[in-house]
């Protein structure tokens, strides 16, 4: 692979990390969140529509780019 296909799947890998951590926050931990980080809580609300839209986001990328040829998971 060339190196704008490593950082591609490195991006989309770090997005898909995020992603994943956004939605076992706004499924499991949300007064934990509003209790850590209450000011931030306050201007970036978690929720769960959001999160399962960026999920969804991140794997139609995902899907994107595995039919583009690049391959996200190993060789």
Same mark, same amino acid.
Not at 38 to 54: D, E, M, Q
Not at 65 to 72: E, K, P, Q, S, T
């Given at each position: 692979?060339?190196?704008?296909?490593? !950082?591609?799947? %490195?991006?989309?890998?770090?997005? *898909?990390?995020?992603?994943?951590?956004?939605?076992?926050?706004? =499924?499991? @931990?949300?007064?934990?969140?509003?209790?850590?980080?209450?000011? !931030?809580?306050? %201007?970036?609300?978690?929720?769960? *529509?959001?999160?399962?839209?960026?999920?969804?986001?991140?794997? =139609?990328? @995902?899907?994107?780019?595995?039919?583009?040829?690049?391959?996200?998971?190993?060789?």
């Amino acid at each position: 692979m060339d190196t704008w296909s490593w !950082l591609e799947a %490195i991006a989309w890998w770090l997005f *898909a990390i995020d992603a994943i951590g956004y939605n076992v926050i706004a =499924w499991s @931990g949300v007064e934990w969140y509003q209790r850590k980080f209450p000011s !931030l809580a306050h %201007i970036f609300p978690v929720t769960k *529509a959001f999160g399962l839209l960026y999920g969804g986001l991140v794997f =139609w990328v @995902g899907t994107a780019l595995a039919r583009a040829g690049i391959r996200l998971f190993g060789q």
